[in-house]
């Protein structure tokens, strides 16, 4: 089996306690929120339309579409409001040397 390969996104001082943002990583944009449960990677696009997620709002542990409202937990990526129905695609994060890194699979 072979080893994760973590990506170095960002500095961890980039994202406050309660914020999130967005990085682009290869073709993918990923969302990285902090919360009071810590670090959490996520597809930065709705599952329902196409709509930047880092646009929409963080409350809690809950990030909300900006486009229609859908929102998902942020720690897995499941829908936790409609109208979405599919989970985001969630990835491993952690924080090495104060940097923010994320496992992404390849191409
Ligand atoms: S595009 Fe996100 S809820 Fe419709």
């Not at 979405?84 to 040397?97: G, W």
Request: with cysteine.
């Amino acid at each position: 089996m072979s080893e994760p390969v973590y990506q170095r996104l960002a500095p961890a001082t980039e994202i406050a306690e309660n914020s999130m943002r967005a990085y682009a990583l290869g073709d993918r944009s990923i969302l990285v929120c902090r919360t009071k449960a810590g670090l959490h990677a996520l597809d930065n696009i709705c599952s329902h339309g196409y709509a930047k997620l880092d646009e929409g709002r963080l409350r809690g542990v809950r990030v909300i579409c900006p486009l229609h409202g859908a929102s998902f937990d942020c720690r897995d990526g499941s829908v936790l409001g409609a109208p979405a129905t599919a989970p985001l695609q969630s990835y491993p994060v952690r924080t090495v040397d104060g940097w923010i890194e994320v496992e992404v699979p390849g191409p």
